[in-house]
């Protein structure tokens, strides 16, 4: 799995690459079925499949193991995956990743009724990518899902009464506290 | 016989004694007019002395000549003598010298009238007549000039002052501005008209400085409407019309644009004052005033919306106040405040055709001043209920019996319009069908034309799709009449079926009328058999039709038995079938009834209440207090009376508006995915911004959706695969076929 994921590949590979991807992907959730019923988590199978892989890659390849991961959490013939499990996952996926992290997943834990969407939780990549330097990048006017749209405006909310410009830096000093 | 040769000399010689004559006669000296003959010897002269040999030939020097006469006639006569006069004086001999000149270049160019036939015309000179003209120009005109504007110019503003001046010199004057420009403007306007323009500037800046300072708004524009219309007055009697333009603009600006911030928002008199005074006329003059100006309408318009809403606002409060204060009647408030509305509407509207003369942009601030009020909500209901609730006051028995037909059709066209400015419009039609409903069930409609009128002006206002379901509900009514002839008949024509007791059965096509939960009642026999019996009836005329039982519309005459007397009771269905467990027993208890009847905490303490802690008391409920708890125990009221022989005893309505709103959501959700995909299907790909923005605007007709519930929409379409986020750029979507 893992020289799967951490090479880039000539055309011929990636083709081959991808069909072979695909017959892995079979093959793990035949894995992760059977392996449900000696009562080892999904998260120690999580963490034992990043061990084995070179997550130093580059965005587009790390945002298809992203996507695998949630693909690996859901439960058989449901579209949307727990909060709770969506939690633990980004807890292990997205550590050192995303500055806002652990607000992120209060905000959730506490606010967040419904199961986590495929969408939602591709957006969720897209969003610590995109405010990896400042939450400015983030555009209120986007197509970003309500949730995040709520954590952001709760987090500049908080300090609503600062100007803009303060409360950015506000922001920043929040994610270098949780920076992992 | 060879024509002599004229000599140069000679010839001029001739025709200089023609043109001292002619002098002499433009100075008024007594002198014979010109005969024929000495003007075709005049003439003559002038051919021959053209059309000689070389060298004799002597155009030229004749063409240099006539001009010579002219500039030496300015110089020694007509200079010194305008040089001597000052203002309106030299104005006076100005025209005076300007005709004569006029004459002179007349007469001239016709005794030399052979030059400009072939001399001029060969070598492409200017024209007798042209020459004639600009030495006048250069002379006279160019020295005069200046000193002929400024007495003009002063004259103008002592006729401001209120002093006559003589008006036909001033035009004569101005006249030869315009007749020097051999057919331009530019001497008019560059010599006369930029100053006259300047002056008139200056004069008015001081005015309105001073004007603006003493003089109330109303006042202000009288004047200012007095000056503009003296201006105009002016440049019919003696200005060029083209002048007219810009002389308006000018005196517009400085009266009018300068100072129309301090003169519109004056303390006492401005544009808010006249508004709250009803200062009609005044509102007409200050529209009549501002319309011409570019943008000027605007403050104007400001105001007037800020003023309705204001207004409107302020009824607002008073009905919430008022509304707080008394608990009994609270209905009563919010009424008063539709009608309130109706009367601002009406009021203003009268504004804006009259005042302002039906102009689109005090349209639009009225219109926009409606939407900022008549959306908020009071004492918890939102104007959409309110609204619906006034209908439902005039339409239902007992509401406005007193108004005449045409007064009442008219305050419903009224209610319609107050409707355009209620954004949320589906939840208005969902509260007026439900009253609707209720009104067409429990036989409460006043007057059947009066509810198809309200319905054609709903049509006419929100289209045909606000108000099917609607009509369907009415003719609905309409065909169980007949269908309820032809159940009778079927019992006549079958009377093993009879149930033995009176049936009768409204049939509701499901989906016109609002939806109503039907439990399952446990009924009494007796209804039970009359059930079958209608279900018997109805399979007979058609199949593949459900019929489901809404017992909590129904009602139910029910004999009772007392001690004194029999009474009927009329009653809904829930109660009537809690009544007819008292057949098997005297006493029961809450959690029996309950259980028998099979019916929630809710239905049992409402229906229970009606019975035992209202107004008429059918049943004695221990403890005898106001208020039901599952602990009550309840008894037949044996001597239970009344003087009427038959009474009506209502359930109250739930309260329907919680559930209205939970409906209103729901269908707004569903409008909104239609919306979403109806538009990706169309446009395939589209940015996130411009598909919020044309779901907001195909949905505005009925309601203004939430930026954020059509975000949910999309994720929820995206889970399920209607839509799709664009690969590259993820604030696009795109359709899934």
């Known amino acids: 799995m893992h020289t799967l994921l951490g090479r880039k590949g000539t055309g011929k590979t990636v083709t081959f690459k991808a069909k072979v991807s695909r017959e892995a992907l079979t093959q793990l959730s035949k894995l992760v079925e059977s392996r449900v019923s000696t009562g080892v988590t999904i998260f120690d199978e999580l963490s034992m499949l990043m061990s084995r892989l070179d997550l130093t890659v580059d965005f587009s390849e790390f945002s298809r193991f992203y996507d695998f991961v949630f693909f690996m959490c859901r439960d058989n013939g449901q579209k949307n995956i727990a909060v709770s499990r969506a939690v633990t996952a980004w807890k292990l996926v997205l550590a050192g990743r995303f500055s806002l992290l652990h607000p992120w997943c209060d905000f959730v834990e506490k606010n967040q009724r419904y199961n986590i969407s495929e969408d939602t939780w591709q957006q969720v990549l897209a969003f610590s990518w995109c405010t990896r330097d400042n939450l400015e990048a983030y555009d209120p006017e986007g197509a970003w899902p309500v949730l995040i749209d709520d954590f952001v405006s709760r987090c500049t909310g908080l300090v609503s009464l600062w100007p803009n410009k303060a409360s950015y830096i506000f922001i920043r000093i929040l994610m270098i506290n949780y920076h992992c | 016989m060879e024509r002599k040769t004229i000599d140069f000399d000679q010839g001029w010689d001739y025709m200089q004694k ?78 005076q010298r300007w005709l004569n000149h006029k004459v002179m270049v007349r007469w001239l160019s016709r005794f030399f009238h052979y030059l400009d036939r072939y001399f001029i015309a060969r070598r492409s000179l200017p024209g007798l007549n042209a020459v004639g003209l600009s030495c006048f120009r250069d002379l006279v005109y160019m020295e005069v000039r200046v000193n002929a504007r400024k007495a003009v110019i002063a004259l103008i503003d002592k006729e401001r002052e209120g002093e006559q001046i003589d008006r036909s010199l001033l035009k004569n004057v101005l006249d030869i501005f315009v007749e020097i420009g051999m057919g331009e403007m530019d001497q008019y306007e560059q010599d006369f008209e930029v100053q006259m323009l300047e002056d008139t500037a200056d004069y008015y800046k001081s005015k309105a400085t001073n004007w603006i300072e003493i003089d109330s708004c109303p006042d202000y524009m009288l004047k200012a409407e007095d000056c503009l219309r003296r201006e105009r007055d002016r440049v019919s009697h003696y200005l060029h019309s083209s002048t007219e333009q810009k002389l308006v603009e000018k005196v517009q600006h400085e009266l009018l644009v300068t100072h129309a911030n301090q003169l519109l928002e004056k303390e006492n008199s401005g544009c808010h004052a006249l508004l709250r005074d009803d200062k009609v006329e005044d509102l007409s003059r200050m529209y009549r005033l501002y319309h011409k100006i570019p943008k000027g309408l605007d403050p104007v318009a400001n105001v007037f919306k800020q003023h309705i809403t204001a207004e409107g606002t302020a009824l607002v409060q008073q009905a919430e106040d008022a509304s707080n204060q008394t608990t009994s009647g609270s209905g009563s408030q919010e009424q008063v405040l539709v009608r309130k509305f109706i009367e601002l509407h009406d009021k203003y509207m009268a504004y804006v055709n009259d005042c302002f003369m039906n102009h689109t942009l005090f349209h639009k601030a009225l219109k926009e001043a409606f939407e900022i009020f008549c959306n908020k909500t009071v004492a918890g209901s ?60 429990f036989d409460r409609s006043a007057n059947d034309d009066h509810e198809k009128c309200i319905l054609t002006k709903l049509k006419q206002q929100c289209g045909g799709q606000f108000t099917s379901k609607m009509e369907g509900m009415v003719v609905d009514l309409t065909l169980a009449r007949d269908n309820q002839m032809k159940f009778e008949e079927y019992l006549r024509d079958n009377s093993h079926a009879n149930p033995g007791i009176d049936l009768t059965v409204t049939v509701l096509t499901t989906g016109f009328w609002p939806s109503y939960k039907s ?81 929630a905490h809710e239905d049992i303490a409402r ?38 022989r038959r009474i009506k005893i209502p359930l109250p309505p739930a309260d329907e508006r919680k559930k209205v709103i939970e409906d209103v959501d729901k269908d707004r959700r569903y409008a909104i995915d239609a919306a979403i995909v109806r538009i990706m299907k169309s446009r395939k790909v589209l940015g996130h911004q411009q598909l919020v923005l044309e779901c907001v605007e195909q949905l505005g007709r009925m309601f203004k959706p939430d930026i954020k519930a059509i975000k949910k929409r999309i994720e929820d379409l995206i889970t399920r695969d209607y839509l799709e986020r664009d690969k590259d750029n993820p604030n696009t979507f795109r359709y899934l076929a």
């Open chain 2, 18 to 95: 023609g043109i001292t004559k002619l002098k002499r006669i433009l100075e008024g000296l007594p002198e014979t007019p010109f005969s024929s003959e000495e003007y075709m010897m005049l003439y003559t002269t002038i051919y021959n002395m053209c059309t000689q040999k070389p060298p004799y030939d002597f155009s030229q020097q004749l063409y240099d000549k006539y001009k010579e006469a002219f500039d030496e006639y300015i110089k020694t006569t007509v200079l010194p003598s305008l040089r001597e006069k000052h203002d309106e004086f030299m104005l006076r001999e100005l025209v």
């Open chain 2, 382 to 441: 939102s104007s959409a209920e309110l609204l619906a609730t006034f209908c439902d006051n005039i339409l239902k028995k007992g509401g406005s019996e007193k108004l005449s037909d045409e007064a009442i059709e008219e305050t419903l066209e009224k209610v319609v319009k107050l409707l355009a400015y209620i954004s949320d419009k589906d939840l208005f039609a969902e509260f007026y069908r439900k009253k609707l409903a209720r009104r067409l069930l």
């Open chain 2, 519 to 599: 439990f399952d009642l446990n009924l009494p026999s007796e209804m039970i058999k009359c059930l079958e019996v209608f279900k018997d009836f109805y399979e007979t005329k058609t199949k593949h039709r459900k019929l489901t039982w809404i017992y909590s519309l129904g009602t139910c005459h029910v004999i009772g038995k007392f001690e004194a007397k029999n009474i009927e009771l009329v009653v809904p269905t829930y109660p009537a079938a809690a009544l007819l467990l008292f057949n098997n027993a005297d006493r029961l208890s809450y959690s029996e009834i309950m259980t028998q009847l099979n019916l």
């Open chain 2, 607 to 644: 229906l229970l209440h009606s019975l035992s802690c209202a107004k008429y008391k059918i049943l004695i409920k221990e403890p005898n207090n106001k208020t039901i708890s599952p602990n009550d125990i309840f008894e037949f009221n044996y001597k239970f009376t009344d003087k009427m």
